[in-house]
């Protein structure tokens, strides 16, 4: 069964920082790529990062670059988002996502208010609340 398992939410201060984690079953860690996303209340999904199946890439989204760092721990099946500089704006369900690369690539390029539909697997979500 293909699971995604994200841990690690919560409330921090502005300027704070959190380590989100995802961890995925053999088959998807693997071979797919691996993205966060977010959703914030009363607003559509976010790109937030995305790392290759290789560890290449990363893709991050403008308003989290040089704050959030992706990373994947092959021995673990696990991959991590660290967030630093947290800021209000950056309240939101957190979600791990995967899919093969080149899915990944072309939704990165043309679609940048994705959907759930776009990619194939999904986790629960985590809340991560920035206070000022």
């Known amino acids: 069964q293909v699971q995604l398992v994200e841990s690690g939410g919560g409330s921090v201060q502005a300027g704070g920082s959190l380590r989100l984690s995802c961890a995925a079953s053999?088959?998807?860690?693997?071979?797919?790529?691996m993205g966060w996303f977010r959703q914030a209340p009363g607003k559509g999904l976010e790109w937030v990062s995305a790392?290759?199946?290789?560890?290449?890439?990363?893709y991050y989204e403008d308003s989290v670059k040089g704050r959030f760092t992706i990373s994947r721990e092959k021995a673990k099946n696990i991959v991590y988002l660290q967030m630093d500089r947290l800021k209000p704006e950056d309240t939101a369900v957190y979600y791990c996502?995967?899919?093969?690369?080149?899915?990944?690539?072309?939704?990165?390029?043309?679609?940048?208010?994705?959907?759930?539909?776009?990619?194939?697997?999904w986790g629960q979500g985590t809340q991560v609340t920035v206070s000022s």
């Open positions: 996502a995967a899919d093969q690369d080149f899915r990944v690539q072309w939704l990165v390029a043309n679609r940048p208010s994705p959907y759930r539909d776009d990619l194939s697997y």
């Open positions: 053999g088959y998807i860690y693997s071979s797919y790529c």
């Open positions: 790392i290759w199946s290789d560890s290449s890439g990363p």
